[in-house]
Structures are given as C-alpha cells and as structure tokens.
C-alpha cells in the first residue's frame, strides 16, 4: 500500500488552503478505492506547528536535534508521494510551506510530488513555479498535472463553501491519477537510489 500525503501549505487562521485540500482528498479517495493501491492523507502544517528553522546542523548532515524536527521527519518520512496545497503569497508559496520543506532534505528524496494552487488571477502557478524549482534540489519529482484554481472566492456558495467547476474536478482527477501511477512506479527505484544519496 503506497501513502500519499496531502499537505496543507497554509496556516493562518480563516485560510482557504483545507477547503482545496479536502475537495482534493474527497477525489483522491474515489479514485484509491478503484485503484486498491493507494491511501490519501492529510497533514495540516498548522497543527504540525514547527517554529522557523531552527536545527543548528544543516538537514544534509541527517543529525536532527529537535523533537519537532524528528516528528516532522517521520510523518514525511511515512509518504511515498506528496500534493502540496499551496497559496500564492507575494508570487511565490507560503513562508510555512517553504520553512517545512528547508527542515528536511533524504525523507523528500525519490518521491513524486503534484500541487494544486489558488490565488487570484494567476490561481497560483508562480507560487508552483517556485516549488518545482525547490523539488529539483530535494530529488522531488515533480509532475506536470496540476490543479490551479483562480479567483476561488467567485466560487463560494452563501456559506462560503468551495463549488468547483466539473473542469477543475477532472484536473484533480487526472492529478491524482498521476501521483498514484508515479508514487508506485518511483517506490522501487527509491530503495535502489536511496544508498547513492
Ligand atoms: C501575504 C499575502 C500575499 C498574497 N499575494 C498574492 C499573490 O501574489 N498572488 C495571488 O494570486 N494572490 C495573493 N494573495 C491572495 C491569496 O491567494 C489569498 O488570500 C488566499 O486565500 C491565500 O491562501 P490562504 O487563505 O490559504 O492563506 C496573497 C495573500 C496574502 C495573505
């Protein structure tokens, strides 16, 4: 059984991120069912709750010190593929996305990872460009299915609820179907690569 851990890329209070990311996870379940193979997960980087980087020894060296480094290390460690729920903040991802990717470097290693992104205009994709940069550098493959969801506050219902277009389900759909074909497909090669980190 491969895990697919669906982290939630932002934290303040009243965010938008858990509503992409459940109306994800609610797809993603549909299609695990049929494929047999596949567990979704979701992880709430506001309940994870790690301070600024703060280990005194780069993660390259592989010498956490900090109880919440070590935490964070296992709940990455147990996924064989990720989707990274991001906003765009200033153009890029968010601060706590960002600071909990810097924690770690050999638990990303080998893993394929997919996004789905909101914001205004741009729903956003330079928030994504960033992170398939910062994927190359963690041995991250990164997948060109995406979810890219723009101007979502025109699409709140009078209680404020997320309603997608069938368009934008079919993308996650497809999304989701790659990060399972890939997930199972990279776990073997992962185990030959992992003693050439
Ligand atoms: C600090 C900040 C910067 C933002 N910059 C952008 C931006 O550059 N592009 C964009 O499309 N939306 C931008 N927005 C709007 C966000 O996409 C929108 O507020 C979204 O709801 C943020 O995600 P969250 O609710 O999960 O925090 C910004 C919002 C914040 C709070």
């Known amino acids: 059984m491969n895990t697919v851990k669906i982290i939630i890329g932002s934290t ?12 994800v996870k609610g797809i993603a379940d549909e299609a695990a069912t049929a494929n047999g193979n596949t567990r979704f997960e979701l992880v709430d ?3 994870v709750n790690l301070p600024l980087f703060d280990e005194a020894i780069p993660p390259m060296m592989n010498q956490p010190a900090n109880e919440h480094t070590k935490k964070w290390a296992g709940i990455v460690a147990e996924a064989d593929g990720y989707i990274f729920v991001t906003p765009e903040y200033n153009h890029s991802t968010s601060a706590a996305l960002k600071n ?6 050999y638990e990303w290693a080998h893993k394929p990872v997919a996004f789905a992104s909101y914001g205004s205009q741009a729903g956003g994709t330079r928030a994504v460009e960033h992170l398939r940069a910062i994927a190359g550098e963690l041995k991250l493959y990164d997948l060109r299915d995406q979810v890219m969801i723009s101007n979502y506050w025109a699409q709140l219902d009078e209680k404020g609820q997320f309603v997608p277009t069938p368009e934008q389900g079919d993308a996650v759909k497809a999304m989701v179907e790659a990060i399972m074909f890939w997930t199972e497909a990279m ?4 185990q030959k690569l992992a003693s050439q980190q």
Do not use: T, V
């Open 12 to 23: 303040r209070p009243q965010r938008f991120g858990p509503q992409i990311a459940s109306w």
């Open 45 to 47: 980087l506001a309940e």
């Open 100 to 105: 909990a990717i810097d924690y770690l470097i």
């Open 187 to 190: 776990k073997a090669p992962r």
